[in-house]
């Protein structure tokens, strides 16, 4: 069992940035897939991006490349997304999820954490 916990979510304005964190305990870090995705509300649930605990490799969605990152610290078995010149479209719950080991299904998932930006 993987479990997660976002956090640094928030109401914010157009333009400024925001970094959520999600803290992942249980079964070993390494050797999954790390990824955040996003809801907004009557919308479907999107990706956003995914990084490789083990190799860093990241991905992501053509919405928020060049102004998303995602990263890790696998001492503190932590991903990060940074979010910079955020607009009202990236309002949405972010969640993140966990693949099953070696493998890119993802299975485990956070509870959410809204983001708000506003015009």
């Known amino acids: 069992q993987v479990r997660l916990v976002e956090s640094g979510g928030g109401l914010v304005q157009v333009g400024d940035s925001l970094r959520l964190s999600c803290a992942a305990s249980g079964r070993t870090f390494s050797g999954r897939r790390m990824g955040w995705f996003r809801q907004a509300p009557g919308k479907e649930r999107e990706f956003v991006a995914h990084?490789?605990?083990?190799?860093?490799?990241?991905f992501y969605a053509a919405s928020v490349k060049d102004r998303f990152t995602i990263s890790k610290d696998n001492d503190k078995n932590t991903v990060y997304l940074q979010m910079n010149s955020l607009k009202p479209d990236d309002t949405a719950v972010y969640y993140c999820?966990?693949?099953?080991?070696?493998?890119?299904?993802?299975?485990?998932w956070g509870q959410g954490t809204q983001v708000t930006v506003s015009s």
């Open positions: 990084i490789t605990v083990s190799g860093g490799e990241t």
């Open positions: 999820a966990a693949t099953r080991l070696m493998t890119t299904e993802y299975f485990y």
